[in-house]
């Protein structure tokens, strides 16, 4: 029962901005869009989350489309270490309903 | 501050038998949730619980199981363990477990059943 759709992998130049969509058509008021990464073999990385308003912190920035349909994920320098499995998820009921994520990879 | 803490890392069990594992949250953090992670299904929800309540339950048998204490620890169970158990199974924690609430994942807890 996921509830978010994400492109399934991207490419990023080192050292560029990596901007990821997310498609959550069916948010409702109260849920919280929240990214997290995950590293083969590691637990998920929390990254950021947000409501409505854009949010940045020293990871990331967060921008919510006004009708908040759909988000992006931009991180403004990859680097190589930011290669990774990217989930785009919503967070309501005490749980995550995730997706299948987004595969980046940083290239050289 | 420590971060989420689940032991152990790595376990190998046989069909039939069955296995706790554990998860230390965050100091003051009160909600623990669990999750399954396979290629298959991807990551899904177990359950959750706050001040020793649960309070959600994904759609899984009843081999699976779980509990809180007092001191917000939480504990889940596998009985009569079958191939397709094993899994990556991660513990996240957070202040009340409230949508807004920070929520950190730990490292996980690998699971092989043969």
């Known amino acids: 029962d996921a509830k978010t759709t994400q492109p399934p992998s991207m490419d990023c130049a080192e050292g560029r901005a990596a901007n990821l969509p997310c498609n959550h058509s069916t948010i409702s008021g109260n849920e919280y869009v929240y990214w997290y990464r995950q590293i083969h073999s590691q637990g998920p990385q929390y990254i950021i989350h947000g409501l409505k308003n854009n949010e940045t912190n020293e990871m990331a920035s967060l921008i919510i489309t006004e009708d908040r349909k759909s988000s992006t994920l931009i991180l403004p320098h990859a680097t190589l270490r930011d290669t990774a499995v990217y989930y785009c998820?919503?967070?309501?009921?005490?749980?995550?309903?995730f997706g299948s994520g987004t595969k980046l990879n940083v290239k050289p | 501050k420590a971060g989420v803490t689940q032991t152990p890392r790595y376990l190998i069990k046989t069909r039939g038998q069955q296995v706790t594992l554990s998860c230390s949250p965050i100091s003051g953090h009160r909600s623990v949730s669990w999750y399954q992670q396979t290629p298959g299904q991807g990551l899904q929800f177990l359950f959750e619980?706050?001040?020793?309540?649960?309070?959600n339950k994904g759609n899984f048998p009843g081999r699976f199981s779980g509990r809180q204490f007092s001191n917000s620890r939480s504990e889940m169970n596998v009985s009569t363990l079958e191939l397709g158990d094993s899994a990556l199974y991660l513990c996240a924690s957070s202040l009340v477990g409230a949508s807004g609430n920070t929520i950190y994942f730990g490292e996980g807890s690998w699971l092989t059943v043969v």
């Open positions: 998820t919503l967070y309501n009921f005490n749980k995550f309903y």
């Open positions: 619980y706050f001040s020793e309540t649960q309070r």
